[in-house]
């Protein structure tokens, strides 16, 4: 599913325009990502929880020449899935 297809289904099953579902969908991200900037975690129960990873820099290796490289740290967003979203 796409995000236009996801706004198709959220204005199905709300009764609300595909308009107002774009509006309401952008603005979910857009604080997730505000939130996800500041390190802030963002849990909705029943769901799951969205957090901020930092990995710490450390060595790798480049697989074509086998010569060890330095890999910098860098922040990710983690999703943990909560009960009320099991399968």
């Known amino acids: 599913m796409n995000k236009t297809e996801l706004i198709n289904?959220?204005?199905e099953k709300t009764g609300m325009t595909k308009i107002d579902t774009k509006k309401a969908l952008n603005s979910f991200m857009e604080v997730l990502h505000d939130e996800m900037k500041k390190?802030?975690?963002l849990a909705l129960v029943g769901?799951?929880?969205f957090s901020v990873s930092e990995r710490?820099?450390?060595k790798g290796?480049?697989?074509r020449t086998g010569k060890?490289?330095?890999i910098a740290a860098k922040k990710s967003v983690k999703?943990?899935?909560g009960a009320g979203l099991a399968l």
């Open 9 to 11: 289904a959220m204005a």
């Open 39 to 41: 390190g802030e975690k």
């Open 47 to 49: 769901f799951g929880t």
């Open 56 to 58: 710490k820099a450390h």
């Open 61 to 63: 290796k480049n697989p």
């Open 68 to 70: 060890v490289i330095k």
């Open 79 to 81: 999703f943990k899935a």
